[in-house]
């Protein structure tokens, strides 16, 4: 198993320019999100999903939109990159409520 | 909505013991986790708790008060691979999602 799997690692947007960040995972997992990681805050939510064709918001939403047509993929959508959108974001699944996640190895993403 | 508080930095010696405080606020509480992240790398699961009382996992332990709204992180016999952030995490009341305190960095010095 290849656990979560996240591409790419290192991405340097200019301000306005759209792009996917790509996640998939191979272990069957129900539950998947999306955290970005800033310094001194620690992680936060962004998208989440309990299934395919299922999606929500979580505390930091504005400025990217996901969807999950198959359980094994979460791409997050950066719809028009902004300055502050400089982050590590972080890909997570878990079989279910009762279980800790497992991340994606990350994607440092620079937008100048 | 949560609020998860925990020390920023700490340094122990190696050998030693140390533990980690974590204290939240929550309007829904269905679990506590412990994460451990070493630097530009992603975290990994270390325990979970729900019910009051100890968790033991070889050197690592975790504690869960409910009521008084605490956890901690208990490591012993440190070594120097233990040098990490330590992520504190309570899932929400419908299970499907953490929220993360800002982390503790561990440093372990010889």
């Known amino acids: 198993n290849a656990g979560v799997t996240q591409t790419p690692k290192f991405q340097v947007l200019k301000t306005g320019q759209s792009m996917t960040l790509q996640c998939a995972q191979d272990?069957?997992?129900?539950?998947m999100s999306w955290y970005r990681q800033d310094p001194g805050m620690g992680l936060r939510l962004i998208h989440y999903?309990?299934?395919?064709?299922?999606?929500d918001q979580g505390e930091v939403p504005n400025g990217y939109n996901v969807s999950r047509s198959t359980t094994e993929d979460f791409p997050l959508r950066l719809l028009s990159a902004a300055p502050s959108q400089t982050s590590v974001y972080f890909c997570?699944?878990?079989?279910?409520?009762?279980?800790?996640?497992?991340f994606g190895s990350g994607t440092r993403l620079t937008v100048v | 909505g949560q609020n998860i508080d925990q020390p920023t930095e700490m340094t122990a010696t190696e050998g030693a013991i140390v533990q980690i405080n974590c204290t939240y606020q929550?309007?829904?509480?269905?679990?506590l986790f412990w994460y451990q992240q070493h630097a530009g790398e992603a975290p990994t699961f270390l325990s979970y708790?729900?019910?009051?009382g100890l968790e033991e996992k070889g050197r690592f332990s975790s504690f869960l008060s409910r009521s008084k709204g605490y956890s901690y992180l208990l490591l012993k016999e440190l070594q120097m691979k233990d040098s990490a952030s330590y992520l504190c995490?309570?899932?929400?009341?419908?299970?499907?999602?953490?929220?993360f305190g800002p982390g503790t960095r561990l440093s372990v010095l010889p």
């Open positions: 997570a699944s878990s079989p279910g409520a009762v279980y800790g996640y497992t």
């Open positions: 272990m069957n997992h129900e539950y």
């Open positions: 999903s309990v299934g395919a064709g299922i999606t």
């Open positions: 929550t309007s829904g509480f269905n679990g």
């Open positions: 708790n729900v019910l009051d």
């Open positions: 995490a309570c899932r929400d009341n419908y299970g499907q999602n953490f929220v």
